[in-house]
């Protein structure tokens, strides 16, 4: 059945950010902790899981692939109720501090990923021309 | 019958948000096919587009959330909130090869650490730069330009005013719009085209919502790897800018 997909995406999603508190909490920091990252790795397990024991099929799979694919029309608006007034308003100071941050940090970007296994990735395939969201109910193959 | 129209509309507010969200990137797909010639992503405009409307808003009603503010557009700040969006962002894990994950895992925690030490560094010297010489108002700024919640969390707790607090958040706001804009433009030029570059993105940059949208205007697909660097480092931001980053300041401008 679908909901149990969606079921399981609220479940990880719960249990990563209750984890995420704890971490800032051991830390002495009010904030979470990589929540959302804990939540996706346990995804990626709970799905590998459940999809060699054979009992994910097709329809809770579906369940999951419709929130990922929903992904871009969220952060779309998440873009409209962004607060770019205040961006724009907070002087000389904000806008060269972000704008030379953004770009150093772009630039080092390739460094970084140079480094150690990384230096093996190959770039994936092309897109197809469909919005950008088909790709990630296959798993890439980089 | 204007009324009843936005009597139905922001009683449903989230359902409003969907038919508008969807009419707009309709919208944005057409004009990347027939204007650009499918050079540029739709999801690209799609984005831009949310962010001119999140300043039509901000001028319109003064607020801090964009269009979300008018009331009939409120359901834009439920569908695009903290909530979905982290529900969306687990689910494209669904998807993620765990042998990438492995690979460059190494490399995203290196690029967490240099993703936090560069814009401490930069944002404190421009504040430096600027004429601020205080160490709590260039730890503040400084922090503020790893994200717009690192600025405030570090400031509050090193005892800074609110006018220091304010600047934090509007330089972590450009930085989180500019990785939103100029990622799809330069995603060639810095080799973003595969996992393990997205792993050390999400790190470098840190800021969730920008990585988000960034990578969502790049390729679609590398959205699950940064998103997954990019949500450790608000938190790890936290924890070193009125530690560690606030000493460091501390010991080489005084205090």
């Not at chain 1, 941050?101 to 093996?120: C, E, N, Q």
């Not at chain 2, 421009?126 to 405030?152: C, E, H, K, L, R």
Request: with cysteine.
């Amino acid at each position: 059945m679908v909901i149990y997909g969606v079921a399981l995406l609220a479940a990880c999603l719960l249990v990563g950010k209750l984890l995420g508190a704890v971490l800032g909490m051991a830390m002495g920091i009010d904030a979470n902790v990589g929540g959302v990252g804990i939540a996706m790795l346990l995804l990626v397990f709970c799905v590998y899981r459940l999809q060699r024991a054979g009992c994910f099929d097709d329809r809770a799979q579906a369940g999951l692939s419709f929130w990922s694919s929903l992904y871009i029309p969220i952060v779309v608006a998440m873009a409209a109720s962004q607060n770019v007034l205040g961006a724009v308003s907070g002087g000389p100071v904000a806008l060269v501090g972000g704008l030379v941050v953004v770009a150093i940090s772009f630039a080092l970007v390739p460094v970084i990923a140079r480094l150690g296994k990384g230096k093996y990735a190959k770039p994936m395939d092309a897109m197809s021309e469909d919005d950008g969201q088909s790709g990630q109910r296959q798993a890439p193959h980089a | 019958m204007l009324d009843r129209l936005t009597d139905i509309l922001s009683s449903n507010a989230l359902i409003t948000a969907f038919a508008l969200v969807g009419l707009l990137m309709l919208g944005c797909n057409l004009a990347a096919r027939y204007l650009t010639g499918g050079r540029i992503h739709g999801s690209a405009i799609a984005i831009a587009a949310g962010l001119v409307l999140a300043y039509v808003g901000g001028i319109a009603t003064g607020g801090e959330d964009g269009l979300a503010d008018i009331a009939v557009f409120s359901g834009l700040g439920v569908m695009g909130g903290s909530m979905l969006r982290d529900f969306a962002i687990v689910a494209t894990a669904f998807g993620v090869d765990l042998a990438e994950l492995k690979k460059a895992g190494m490399n995203g925690v290196i690029a967490l650490f240099v993703g936090l030490a560069v814009p401490f560094t930069i944002g404190a010297a421009i504040a430096y730069a600027f004429g601020y010489t205080d160490p709590v108002a260039v730890t503040t700024i400084g922090a503020g330009a790893a994200t717009y919640i690192v600025g405030p969390v570090t400031g509050t707790a090193i005892g800074a005013g609110s006018e220091l607090i304010a600047l934090s958040i509007a330089i972590g706001l450009v930085k989180s719009i500019s990785v939103m804009i100029f990622t799809p433009v330069v995603a060639r030029r810095i080799q973003l085209n595969n996992p393990s570059a997205a792993l050390v993105f999400g790190g470098m940059m840190g800021t969730t919502s920008g990585v988000a949208a960034g990578l969502a205007a790049t390729d679609a697909r590398l959205v699950p790897y940064g998103a997954m660097t990019a949500t450790f480092y608000t938190g790890f931001g936290c924890l070193l800018g009125p530690s560690v980053f606030y000493l460091v300041v501390r010991s080489l401008i005084g205090g």
